[in-house]
């Protein structure tokens, strides 16, 4: 879940400054993501991506040279450039050896901005990440116990104020299901957010699942608080992916008014945030459809779901509209029951009370629209 609080303090600054990237990569807007031109072909996007990638590197190493530091190699996993703005990550290793990872995410305004910068663990101070960790292992230990009481407490005001005790303890609850007590976690990644927000990312392995857990806190004066968390089975596993599949089933069965008892989306199909992909669900009453499903979450959000879903059955899509208006339909003759994306598709659709209606449906994205709606009299 996210939560949304003023900003804390930063975190200290080290003598050694390696050990410590915030302290030495500051909040940059970078606005030369906007200005690239579609590619015509695979050689001028490798080209372009080539410019863009060298632009970034320069800005950030312009930012720490009177250090006497730069990059040995630097990469970015650029977005297309017909594609929605999408956050997306740059990775470096320092003239020291240090690892850094960025991630450039648009703003409101659409102009990407160094949002989130990680490096492993190992590299930070044991003194500086020892209270942090024990923050977030303490989350892991109440968790294990089931002690949502106690948890709740421990939050950061802010997160607090978000989640309500007894709603707190109603959202862990299936998480601690689908993934039993925790039997260790290993500390891989720490972060930092502008306005000292500090994120630990985790490998767990608990007793029903492999799992990941992400702890983003937010330091006092004694103790850094958990302003956010995730919690969740591992990317890529069978629990990942029936987590997932539950999740779609509820939401589903919540537009549709009935009863979906199954679902099957490749969701490993889909690592980037507006990655898109069509599976299959199944009514408790009988009968499949095909669904749309899009990544709308960023990878540094704490959304334990960051898909949508949308219906692409034309009946299941139609027949509502047309009851409302008094037209109950009892079949549908259509070319195909999907609607290709930014295609019509005509279906003559038989009505309860005797009589044929065509109908036009026009499709983008997961949008859909009824054009028109005409009676037959043949």
Not at 240 to 255: K, T, V
Request: charged share 25%; hydrophobic share 40%.
């Amino acid at each position: 879940m996210n939560s949304h609080v003023p900003p804390g303090p930063t975190p200290p600054t080290r003598a050694r400054h390696s050990s410590l990237p915030w302290t030495r990569w500051p909040w940059l807007t970078l606005l030369l993501i906007l200005s690239l031109a579609p590619a015509t072909s695979a050689q001028s996007a490798r080209g372009r991506n080539e410019s863009a990638t060298q632009q970034i590197r320069a800005t950030l190493e312009a930012s720490f040279s009177d250090q006497g530091l730069e990059f040995s190699t630097f990469s970015c996993d650029l977005p297309d450039s017909d594609r929605q703005a999408r956050a997306f990550g740059c990775e470096g290793v320092d003239s020291e050896g240090d690892e850094v990872s960025y991630l450039m995410a648009p703003d409101e305004n659409g102009l990407f901005t160094v949002d989130l910068v990680t490096q492993p663990a190992a590299q930070v101070e044991a003194d500086f990440l020892a209270p942090l960790d024990a923050s977030c292992r303490s989350f892991l230990e109440q968790h294990d116990s089931k002690s949502w009481s106690a948890l709740w407490a421990n939050l950061h005001p802010g997160l607090q104020e978000a989640v309500t005790e007894a709603a707190f303890g109603d959202m862990l609850a299936p998480v601690w299901t689908s993934l039993g007590p925790t039997r260790s976690a290993s500390l891989r990644t720490l972060g930092a957010r502008d306005g000292g927000r500090l994120e630990l990312q985790y490998s767990v392995s608990a007793d029903k699942a492999e799992g990941e857990f992400r702890c983003g806190l937010l330091a006092g004066d004694e103790t850094a608080r958990v302003i956010a968390f995730l919690l969740i089975p591992a990317h890529g596993s069978e629990a990942f992916q029936r987590s997932l599949s539950e999740e779609a089933a509820d939401l589903l069965s919540s537009a549709l008014a009935h009863k979906v008892s199954r679902v099957e989306i490749s969701f490993e199909s889909m690592p980037d945030q507006y990655d898109v992909t069509q599976g299959r669900a199944w009514l408790e009453s009988g009968g499949d459809f095909v669904v749309r499903a899009e990544r709308t979450g960023r990878p540094d959000d704490f959304e334990r779901v960051d898909f949508s879903f949308q219906v692409l059955d034309i009946p299941l899509i139609v027949a509502p509209y047309l009851s409302s208006q008094g037209m109950k339909p009892e079949g549908f003759d259509c070319p195909s029951r999907v609607v290709p994306d930014g295609g019509s598709i005509d279906c003559v659709v038989r009505l309860q009370a005797g009589g044929r209606l065509r109908v036009s449906v026009t499709r983008q994205g997961g949008d859909h629209r009824i054009t028109r709606i005409e009676q037959l009299t043949r």
